[in-house]
C-alpha cells in the first residue's frame, strides 16, 4: 500500500511559466515532508522541506505548501527554468519509520 | 566538502553469487540509510544505521541482505546468491543524527542480476 503518491508519472511546463508538482499521503503520523531532485545516473539532491506544523516554507524559486487536512503538498517552482528538468520525488519522514517513504516521482520537462 | 560516495558505480554478477556494495557517509554524519530504487520505482528504505547499530532493518527484503558499518563512517551491504529480482540502483544516505529528517544521498550502484 503506497503512503506517498505522486499520481502525475510526468508534467510538460513552458520556460519561464510555473511548475506545480502535487504529492499526496495516507499515513497521517508523517511529520516532516521533503522534495528531492534527480538527474538520470544521478542520486537525489535535496530540495526543500517542510515540517507538518506550517503549511508554506518557501526557498528562492521554490514554495512548498503542505495541506494536512487534505493530506497533500506541492511544490511549485517559479519561473521554471531548463535546469529544472529532472524527476522530482515527494518524502515523508516520521510515521513510525527512521527512513523516509518516497513517491515513485514526477519527471518535470521545461520546454523552451 | 566531500559528499556521500558509493562504489561501485556499475555492478553486473551472475545469479547465485554474492555481492557487497560501499558505502562512505559524510563526515560528522552518525545516521545512515541504505535505500532501493527498481526501474521506474520510488526510492524503497531497506535499512538504518544509528552510529555502527543498526536499529531498523524493517525494510529488508530477505535474510539474503545484511549491512554492517564500522562505527560512524564506511558501510556496506551484502546481498547472497542473488536473483534476478535484486537487480537495482541502491542508494545509500547520511544526515547529521536520528530525527534530522533531510538526507543527502550518495551516487548509487546500479546492480544488475544476469
Known amino acids: 500500500d503506497q503512503q506517498v503518491k505522486q499520481n502525475s508519472p510526468s508534467l510538460s511546463v513552458q520556460e519561464g511559466r510555473i511548475s506545480i508538482l502535487n504529492c499526496d499521503y495516507t499515513n497521517s503520523m508523517f511529520d516532516y515532508f521533503l522534495w528531492y531532485k534527480k538527474y538520470p545516473a544521478e542520486g537525489p539532491t535535496f530540495l526543500i522541506s517542510?515540517?507538518?506544523?506550517?503549511d508554506k516554507n518557501e526557498d528562492g524559486r521554490f514554495t512548498v505548501f503542505l495541506n494536512k487536512s487534505a493530506k497533500h503538498l506541492s511544490l511549485h517552482i517559479v519561473p521554471s527554468q531548463p535546469g529544472d528538468s529532472a524527476v522530482y520525488f515527494c518524502a515523508a519522514g516520521g510515521g513510525g519509520a527512521d527512513g523516509l517513504t518516497f513517491g515513485k516521482g514526477t519527471h518535470l520537462i521545461i520546454q523552451p | 566538502g566531500a559528499g556521500v560516495s558509493q562504489s561501485p558505480s556499475n555492478k553486473v554478477t551472475e545469479k547465485g553469487k554474492d555481492v557487497e556494495l560501499r558505502c562512505d557517509p559524510i563526515s560528522g554524519h552518525t545516521a545512515l540509510y541504505w535505500y532501493r530504487q527498481r526501474l521506474g520505482q520510488g526510492l524503497e528504505f531497506l535499512i538504518y544505521f544509528q552510529g555502527n547499530s543498526a536499529p531498523d532493518k524493517s525494510g529488508l527484503p530477505s535474510d539474503r541482505f545484511s549491512a554492517e558499518r564500522t562505527g560512524e563512517s564506511v558501510s556496506t551491504l551484502t546481498i547472497q546468491r542473488t536473483q534476478q529480482e535484486d537487480s537495482a540502483v541502491y542508494l545509500c544516505?547520511?544526515?547529521?543524527?536520528?530525527?534530522?529528517?533531510?538526507?543527502?544521498f550518495g551516487p548509487g550502484t546500479r546492480l544488475t542480476v544476469t
Open positions: 517542510i515540517s507538518s506544523i506550517k
Open positions: 544516505a547520511s544526515s547529521l543524527a536520528r530525527g534530522i529528517y533531510e538526507q543527502y
